[in-house]
């Protein structure tokens, strides 16, 4: 056996179609990207016949990486493999993905199919997936809580049909890491053909054990593991792929274990992942939590002003957090901004730079010192605009609130659109409700319901930089817009444009297709 393990992420199709976790495409192509740049082994780009949105994004992405394996979920059927095929066919290194559910709650209630039924269909399937490409990976859906001998018939089926790898899910986080262990070592030894494919594991986290149960998989002989970025996904989510990492890394003697993962794009991947689904990271979120390497009790403090190894067992700058954060202002040049920038690991064109350091002096104005993290919001902000810009649509002018404790609040805003302006005013419980209001008279969206408004702050100080996520609900959808500025009803108001901005579009392009 070798010792190198498999990184296959799937943050855009298990982590995305978690809840309040949805992507536009250019969001989608901007985690790819990161994700490249992370050096995972194989995307799992979507659920290609899902939806024409995530037929799109797959075949999208499987065209624009060139360094990973861009892989399709797939059901076992004719019709999802064919549209797997057509969606990663021009991939570098196309991978069609099929899972079929082995356990009897599964079987019986859900695909209502006998065993034998379902062993037909493994191997029909996989050998129907196997005509397209040689990279073919099964899934035995809620495999550990399967009959462990059928088990050993379903991935014997798969193999002999062309898999050439064989995932072990624990679909609801049930299984624990000796067990898993065990399965994986039970399958390798029981199957005849085992040697012939690679095994993978696919942790859920609804125990808290996604990790564990991973790195006890590899030990029982998996090389792959199936992770997502900052540990998104159904119910409680996955193994967290920087969990995993990490762990590997920071104990060779216990997993002596190799992946090509670029270890200092961890905390730019998972900043990407959580701005653009308008969360943060939790203090205390292992590896990339703010807390994660902070110290404020006096015995720690003391520990690590002699020596950090006390109590920090792999370093911030192993994961890509720079604690030499240089504090630019007003007087700071466009040679030191991006000397900044590409410290930080951005490789920006000139044209980019240009605009990250107009928007860096705009921001001088309001604030005195900017620091690395109002560097990276720049940035990240800048990379995940909607895929509508604002040439189509709206863009806010200018705007006057009025509000107190004793009276109702009331906005009076002004947008611009092809060179015409717009003008309202509306009352609302709220500067911000007031603001929405106008901006719904002036719009006249589509219907649909309001979802999340989230803020937070980028760094420390009364003058930091709001970080606004406002969510829209329609059709099934989720439309979500940001906003950035030092003043929170600004970013508010830019939040709310940016959303409806996405939704109308996204409405119109339809209708414009049909016509």
Not at 329 to 358: C, M, N, W
Not at 467 to 492: C, F, H, N, P, Q
Request: aromatic share 6%; with cysteine.
């Amino acid at each position: 056996m070798d010792n190198r393990i498999r990184i296959f992420d799937t943050t855009l199709r298990d982590g995305e179609q978690s809840p309040g976790c949805s992507m536009n495409l250019k969001e989608k192509i901007q985690v790819a990207k990161c994700l490249e740049s992370l050096k995972v082994d194989i995307i799992e780009a979507g659920f290609a016949i899902s939806s024409p949105g995530d037929f799109e994004s797959v075949q999208t992405i499987a065209s624009v990486v060139k360094d990973c394996s861009v892989a399709s979920l797939a059901r076992a059927s004719v019709k999802d493999i064919d549209t797997a095929w057509e969606a990663v066919k021009h991939a570098a290194d196309p991978r069609i993905h099929l899972f079929l559910a082995t356990s009897p709650l599964h079987m019986q209630y859900k695909l209502k199919k006998t065993p034998d039924e379902i062993l037909e269909m493994t191997a029909a399937m996989t050998a129907h997936a196997a005509k397209y490409t040689s990279n073919v990976e099964f899934s035995a859906e809620d495999a550990t809580r399967s009959d462990w001998d059928f088990l050993v018939r379903i991935v014997d089926a798969a193999i002999r049909a062309g898999a050439t790898t064989v995932n072990i899910p624990d679909t609801v986080g049930y299984t624990t890491p000796s067990e898993m262990q065990a399965l994986i070592e039970y399958l390798r030894k029981q199957v005849p053909d085992s040697d012939k494919a690679i095994f993978s594991v696919h942790c859920h986290n609804d125990l808290g054990l996604a990790t564990a149960n991973s790195l006890a998989g590899v030990a029982g002989g998996a090389r792959q593991i199936e992770c997502t970025i900052n540990g998104l996904g159904e119910r409680s989510g996955n193994s967290a792929l920087e969990e995993v990492i990490m762990a590997i890394k920071t104990r060779p003697g216990i997993w002596p274990y190799e992946t090509r993962i670029d270890t200092t794009q961890i905390a730019r991947a998972s900043r990407t992942v959580y701005t653009i689904i308008g969360q943060a990271a939790p203090l205390n979120k292992p590896i990339v939590g703010r807390n994660a390497f902070a110290h404020e009790s006096g015995i720690h403090q003391h520990g690590v002003l002699a020596n950090k190894q006390t109590y920090e067992i792999l370093t911030p700058e192993s994961v890509g957090i720079h604690t030499n954060n240089l504090v630019l202002g007003k007087h700071s040049g466009k040679h030191a901004v991006t000397d900044r920038l590409e410290t930080l690991g951005y490789r920006l064109t000139p044209e980019e730079v240009q605009s990250i350091f107009e928007e860096f002096k705009a921001l001088c104005d309001k604030k005195k010192d900017v620091t690395d993290a109002d560097l990276e919001a720049l940035v990240e902000h800048r990379s995940i605009k909607p895929v509508f810009s604002s040439v189509e649509g709206y863009e806010l002018d200018w705007f006057s609130v009025h509000t107190s404790n004793f009276t109702t609040a009331t906005c009076t805003i002004c947008l611009k659109k092809d060179g015409e302006k717009f003008m309202d005013v509306c009352l609302g419980d709220g500067p911000i409700d007031a603001a929405y209001g106008a901006i719904d008279k002036i719009v006249q969206p589509p219907e649909h319901t309001f979802g999340i408004w989230n803020i937070h702050s980028i760094s420390e100080g009364k003058d930091t930089l709001g970080d606004v996520t406002v969510r829209l609900y329609a059709g099934g959808r989720t439309y979500t817009g940001k906003g950035l500025s030092t003043d929170v009803i600004e970013a508010s108001i830019n939040a709310y444009i940016d959303a409806i901005n996405n939704f109308c579009a996204a409405v119109r392009i339809p209708e414009e297709a049909s016509a």
